[in-house]
């Protein structure tokens, strides 16, 4: 068998482009990872007792409505897996809060999970997570 030049190179930049692929994909999923712990203190997070209320097709990735709902919790968090930086923000309520619920918009690189993660006035966690389906825009483009 011979390697032509052009063997040669078509090898070279599919390698190369096989080593930078998952790259992003791990970076994102280890800052996700951190914030949960950052948040959670390490906890163990259970389910239920939160609402996460998204789109399932978001048309524009620039503009997706969220609410999340923890009737009992004393903050809660959002993060866009996807996102290059995965935190979108926290809410904290105080002990007179009526309702424990809050509505956003968010933007989206593209498709990807969006995790809500509440704590609870007893120290517990709760975590719900709902994948967005981006068509167009969002932080990408």
Known sequence: MQLTRRDALLLGG????????PMPALA????????????TGGAEVGSGGISLT?????????TVP???SAPGAASIMLLAAGNPNPD????H?????????ASTRIRLAGTQDVIAIAKMADGSFVQASQEVKVTIGGCGG
């Not at 998204?54 to 620039?62: K, L, S």
């Not at 979108?88 to 809410?91: D, R």
């Open 66 to 68: 969220i609410e999340v």
């Open 88 to 91: 979108v923000g926290t809410f």
């Open 14 to 21: 599919s390698a190369l482009a096989l080593t930078a692929l």
């Open 54 to 62: 998204a789109p399932e097709i978001a048309e524009n990735g620039n």
């Open 28 to 39: 994102a999923t280890e800052g996700v990872d951190a914030a949960i712990n950052a948040f």
């Open 93 to 101: 309520f105080g002990p007179l809060a009526a309702s424990q619920f």
